[in-house]
């Protein structure tokens, strides 16, 4: 390995991570390091804290105790430094339901700062790679819940994250769906952090596994 | 355009259209003013009002009304992960605050558009003192959109919503509403109106606007912390 690899700072170094909601621990002594470039699979039952580590890495929770260094910035003091380098997709899809599909991915492009044409250009790209175009102008709340689910990895992804942040990815969507998302939050999409409750699909894509138990420290394997 | 400025544009923009999509709250309030004249009007017995009596009437009522779409002005954000959208953006998130304070004093102007005409024919015998009180439904808009802004973020992830906003707000706009009927009184005085410490009662609202416009910006962004 090269020497400046060799000193290239992880995507993700996390050590004696600890998140308590009031009295009760949702994460105690977790540490990891993720390599940039590469993917992270967690496991673990309902209630192993898989989605508060995740909310933790997004800067959407602030960490309890340990410490948490994303992309080079040290949380939580340094989130401000993050905000638009993460692609975050959470159960929630974050769109607008008395909006359409495209007003809320052009919403989402102003807030992130993207020109117009190159906004509208990105959304026209991410729509036909999820096949949603003709049903883009309808309102989310008329939406099935699997097209939603197609509209916001459009979201995640629209303005070029350096991390991916993936909360069950393929719920609600199916088949097809699943293919066509693999191609915008895949593993050729950069490092990726993912949560699911389905390792036989993403296991065999994983560089790292993290296993999170209740009560119990994580393993890395 | 700034990047702040295209995000406030942007907030902006959204609830005005899904306000215009979905007529959620400028139905409700309007109707709830003139549902409050009408009550007004026989409950006093009387076809005509001027000075205080008039102003408190006014107020009262716009306040009231005003209530209803502050109890609503987070909700979206609350229940379709709004909150989370501005926090992962590279904003300032003080923008979300200006964007919510200028969409509520567009859907309280709205409001006036109608309920102050129907005030008009319901109570008072000539219009002379209309011109001028749009300076006071413009500065005491301001102070409540900063104030039920403030509010209506601190209120949005409780169950009981719609309890808290009443209870916090109206005791925070008591100053405002003093200010604003204040201002108002003189110029609804029975034979014409007159601009007896008018000026006086403008600057009042003008700093009550400054200072809660100030708060709003100063303490928004950790209201937004997990």
Avoid at chain 1, 176 to 185: K, P, Q, V
Avoid at chain 2, 110 to 127: S, T
């Amino acid at each position: 390995m090269p020497p400046s690899q060799e000193k290239a700072e992880p995507a993700i170094a996390v050590a004696g991570l600890r998140r308590d909601y009031g009295d009760r621990p949702a994460l105690d002594g977790v540490g990891f390091e993720l390599t940039a470039g590469a993917s992270l699979v967690v496991l673990g039952p309902n209630g192993a804290g898989k989605t508060t580590l995740l909310r933790v890495l997004a800067t959407l929770l602030r960490p309890s105790g340990g410490e948490v260094r994303v992309l080079g910035c040290s949380l939580p003091s340094e989130a401000w430094k993050l905000r638009g380098r993460i692609g975050y997709l959470g159960h929630e899809p974050l769109l607008y339901r008395d909006l359409s599909g495209r007003e809320n991915l052009r919403f989402q492009a102003r807030l992130h700062g993207l020109e117009r044409a190159a906004a509208e250009a990105r959304i026209e790209e991410l729509l036909r790679a999820v096949e949603m175009e003709r049903r883009a102008d309808e309102r989310v709340a008329e939406l099935s819940a699997g097209m939603r689910q197609r509209l916001s990895i459009c979201r995640c992804v629209l303005h070029r994250p350096q991390l991916l942040l993936l909360d069950e990815p393929d719920s609600n969507l199916d088949v097809e769906g699943r293919e066509l998302a693999r191609e915008l939050i895949g593993p050729g999409a950069g490092t990726r952090v993912v949560v699911t409750h389905d390792p036989e699909r993403h296991l065999p894509e994983a560089d790292q596994v993290l296993r999170l138990g209740i009560g119990e420290a994580a393993v890395v394997s | 355009m700034t990047p702040t400025r295209a995000a406030f544009a942007a907030i902006l923009a959204k609830d005005l259209r899904a306000e215009l999509r979905t007529l959620q709250s400028l139905p409700a309030m309007a109707l709830f003013s003139v549902t409050t004249f009408v009550i007004f009007r026989f409950g006093l017995d009387r076809t005509s009002l001027s000075g205080s009596l008039a102003a408190g009437v006014l107020w009262a009522t716009l306040l009231f009304a005003a209530v209803l779409g502050i109890n609503r002005l987070f909700v979206a954000e609350r229940e379709e992960g709004g909150f989370d959208a501005i926090r992962l953006a590279p904003i300032d998130r003080s923008v979300l605050f200006g964007a919510k304070v200028a969409a509520l004093v567009i859907y309280l102007a709205a409001l006036e558009l109608v309920a102050v005409p129907i005030f008009a024919v319901f109570f008072l015998d000539g219009a002379g003192g209309l011109g001028p009180l749009i300076a006071v439904l413009l500065l005491a808009d301001l102070g409540l959109a900063a104030t039920g802004t403030l509010i209506s973020s601190m209120a949005v992830n409780s169950r009981a919503r719609d309890l808290l906003v009443p209870l916090v707000l109206l005791p925070l706009v008591v100053p405002l509403m003093i200010a604003a009927t204040g201002a108002t009184e003189p110029l609804l005085a029975l034979g014409g109106p007159s601009y007896h410490r008018f000026g006086t009662w403008l600057m009042v609202l003008g700093l009550y606007d400054l200072i809660f416009g100030l708060v709003g910006y100063a303490v928004f962004d950790f209201l937004l912390e997990d």
